[in-house]
């Protein structure tokens, strides 16, 4: 095992992964920017590395701060957390290449998933269905025309190298073609650099799927269950659940066989995610994050599996000690991703926290980086704190997700507890009746 990580990131995740380190008696080292200098990733790891200014690309996204931070500390490994360079396969390539271990799959795999459209073909080409649209690229606004056509209005014209919900544009018909796939690849240019878009049919009524995999780079993939993450704004998940209150036993199974054989053939090593989309009893995938996700605490509630522990060991060499029929269902849990965010008009909310109190009790957990008198900075991810519960049955989980936001105190700045007070009193969504469109009704609703 390995003797020291360097963590490269920043928030809750630099924590989490901190965290799991710890209790296998490895070592950390913290890195970080000069705004995050009294951030508690940097409080609590063994070492740490100041790396750049505030703007993320001079720091969390510099690459040789990064890897002379691991240099000069003799880390062993890098574990890249979600977001930054979590899915950059030249980073991961770099990263092997002086020497160290990257937490994480092979180059070849993080470049092939991060071009969806790659990765919509090597899915199709292992048997996993797609949403219906485009082969590949669109060469053409006239192309996008005929494909449309054939698929049917509405379709969603979207970025091969999106992400975040950026480059993604629904035309409803004909007449709105052309403006969509014009603002797609500009916002796709614009954030990516790259603006090749495909098209697919825009489902009316999903729900997002998806299945936590785990693979050792031997041939052995097991999954971990699926979450349902369809309560999103603006393509953004803000509560996730697992499992999903809409899929059986039997469809998670069908799935899981699915979506393991398929890993299998590709050879895929470390944690991954395959995202579906979920309507009418049929599953289409949509794309694959090559990483650890924000929502995966759920999972681990429901299998007692430390997904970050598994990373090391496979980062490591070892081999997965188990079988997928070891891995045993209990329960359900649930997420809400709490942000520094105004609940009803979403405005950013950085600024000093005066009071931070996390709620307790049984079956609760707070991934948060929070700490009273610690003021969040205004240049990430306005991601505050995950708060995550686990209830025997679904309606305990609701029961229990209500009394823990009722204790949780952040004062100084708005956040969006509000918000999620209001989501878990709500009939259809303890019914588990909602889609992927359900949260944006909702929020508008509510103003
Ligand atoms: P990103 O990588 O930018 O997050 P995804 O492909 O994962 O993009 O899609 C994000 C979300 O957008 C999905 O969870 C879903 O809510 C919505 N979405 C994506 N594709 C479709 C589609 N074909 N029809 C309807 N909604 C879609």
Same mark, same amino acid.
């Given at each position: 095992m390995f003797g020291k990580v360097l963590i490269a990131n920043r928030g809750e995740i630099a924590l989490r992964v901190h965290r799991a380190c710890q209790e296998m008696g490895i070592r950390t080292v913290a890195v970080h920017s000069t705004a995050d200098a009294s951030a508690m990733h940097v409080r609590l790891a063994d070492e740490s590395v100041c790396i750049g200014p505030p703007a993320a690309r001079e720091s969390y996204l510099n690459v040789a701060a990064i890897l002379s931070a691991a240099t000069i500390t003799g880390a062993d490994a890098i574990h890249p957390g /979600?977001?930054?360079?979590?899915?950059?396969a030249d980073f991961a390539e770099m990263v092997e290449a002086h020497g160290f271990a990257f937490i994480g799959p092979t180059p070849a795999h993080i470049r092939m998933m991060g071009d969806k459209i790659a990765a919509k073909t090597a899915m199709r080409g292992l048997g996993v269905p797609l949403v219906?649209?485009?082969?590949?690229?669109?060469?053409?606004l006239e192309e996008a025309r005929a494909v449309a056509a054939a698929v049917q209005y509405p379709v969603l014209i979207k970025a091969a190298?999106?992400?975040?919900?950026?480059g993604m544009k629904v035309a409803r018909s004909e007449e709105e073609l052309e403006e969509a796939w014009r603002v797609a690849r500009t916002e796709a240019r614009a954030a990516f650099g790259d603006d090749s878009v495909y098209l697919e049919k825009y489902l009316d009524r999903p729900r997002h799927i998806e299945l936590q995999v785990l693979a050792d780079g031997y041939g052995k993939v097991v999954h971990l269950g699926e979450r349902d993450?369809?309560? !999103?704004?603006r393509h953004q998940k803000l509560v996730e659940e697992?499992?999903?209150?809409?899929?059986?036993p039997i469809e998670r199974d069908r799935l899981g066989a699915l979506v393991t054989g398929a890993l299998g053939r590709l050879g895929y090593r470390n944690a991954g995610t395959l995202e579906f989309l979920w309507q009418d009893g049929q599953f289409a995938f949509i794309e694959m994050n090559t990483r650890l996700q924000v929502e995966h605490p759920v999972t681990e509630m429901i299998t007692g599996i430390d997904l970050v522990k598994e990373q090391l060991r496979v980062a490591a060499?070892?081999?997965?000690?188990?079988? !997928?029929?070891?891995i045993r269902f209990h329960g359900h849990a649930i997420e809400c991703r709490i942000t520094?965010?105004?609940?009803?008009?979403f405005a950013p909310s950085p600024g000093r926290v005066t009071t931070f109190h996390p709620p307790g009790g049984m079956g609760v957990r707070v991934d948060s980086a929070l700490y009273s008198g610690y003021s969040v900075p205004?240049? /990430?991810?306005?991601?505050v704190a995950k708060l995550v519960v686990h209830g025997v049955t679904r309606a305990e989980a609701i029961a229990r997700m209500r009394r823990a936001l009722s204790e949780m105190v952040v004062d100084g700045i708005d956040t969006t507890l509000d918000l999620h007070k209001r989501i878990v009193e709500d009939p259809e969504f303890q019914a588990g009746? /909602?889609?992927?469109h359900w949260l944006e009704r909702f929020v508008a609703r509510g103003r």
């Open positions: /979600y977001g930054f360079l979590s899915e950059n219906p649209g485009s082969d590949g690229a669109l060469a053409s190298a999106g992400g975040g919900g950026r993450c369809s309560l !999103q704004r697992a499992g999903s209150p809409a899929l059986s060499g070892e081999p997965l000690g188990y079988g !997928q029929e070891a520094a965010e105004n609940s009803e008009t205004p240049h /990430y991810d306005s991601l009746d /909602y889609t992927i």
